[in-house]
């Protein structure tokens, strides 16, 4: 069975720096792309953008790049999501999803969410 | 990065028909058939409906269809009931920046 399983929630002050995670199992990890999505509270989704754990290749929407920075262990069959310094503004929920495979547009698995709260 | 357009919000009663729209460019939407959407319930994880246009994966009801004509992609939804009340998000392929993929703004149904 495919999961994506998320790190729990996190509670930090601005400046602080962060990395949240999200481990793959029952698949092979190197072969799909892993998305991140941003839900802010109340609002819509958004891309921040995706990265093949095989070779670490990654692309970035334009708003998050130099905003995070996303990375793979395929050793821990893990994918991460860091902030070097955080804002009030980073506070959402954090999702990680996969992409089942080339030339197609299904995501179908996703992870459960990490809630992000940024408060001083 | 522009969003693709969704309405705000659509409703229906139960056991009608409701359309909802998305619009793009000819970058996203009208160049490829890389269209998914994704319905969200209050609290919960977004959970795919339909992909690559019009294709359900297994264990979603047929009551839930896809299509495209142009640079818009459309979810329709029949016989509708009040658990398809929730919030849907199309989703496109891109090439107008360097990242592939766009959102749509996102529209909540509400079965009347």
């Known amino acids: 069975e495919v999961q994506l399983v998320q790190s729990g929630a996190e509670v930090k002050k601005p400046g602080e720096s962060l990395k949240i995670s999200c481990k793959g199992s029952g698949y092979s990890f190197t072969t799909h792309w892993i998305g991140w999505v941003r839900q802010m509270p109340g609002k819509g989704l958004e891309w921040m953008g995706i990265?093949?754990?095989?070779?670490?290749?990654?692309k970035y929407s334009p708003s998050f790049q130099d905003q995070v920075t996303m990375s793979a262990d395929t050793s821990l069959s893990s994918a991460y999501l860091q902030w070097s310094s955080l804002k009030a503004s980073d506070t959402a929920i954090y999702y990680c999803?996969?992409?089942?495979?080339?030339?197609?547009?299904?995501?179908?698995?996703w992870g459960q969410g990490t809630l992000v709260t940024v408060s001083s | 990065q522009s969003a693709l357009t969704q309405p705000a919000s659509v409703s229906g009663s139960p056991g009608q028909s409701i359309t909802i729209s998305c619009t793009g460019t000819s970058s996203d939407i009208g160049a490829y058939n890389y269209v998914s959407w994704f319905q969200q319930h209050p609290g919960k994880v977004p959970r795919l409906m339909i992909y690559?246009?019009?294709n359900r994966p297994s264990g979603v009801s047929n009551r839930f269809s896809g299509s495209k004509s142009g640079n818009t992609a459309s979810l329709t939804i029949s016989g509708l009931q009040a658990e398809d009340e929730a919030d849907y998000y199309c989703t496109s392929y891109t090439t107008s920046t360097i990242f592939a993929w766009v959102f749509g703004g996102g529209t909540k149904l509400t079965v009347l």
């Open positions: 999803l996969r992409h089942d495979q080339s030339g197609s547009s299904s995501w179908y698995y």
């Open positions: 690559d246009v019009g």
């Open positions: 990265i093949y754990p095989g070779d670490s290749r990654t």
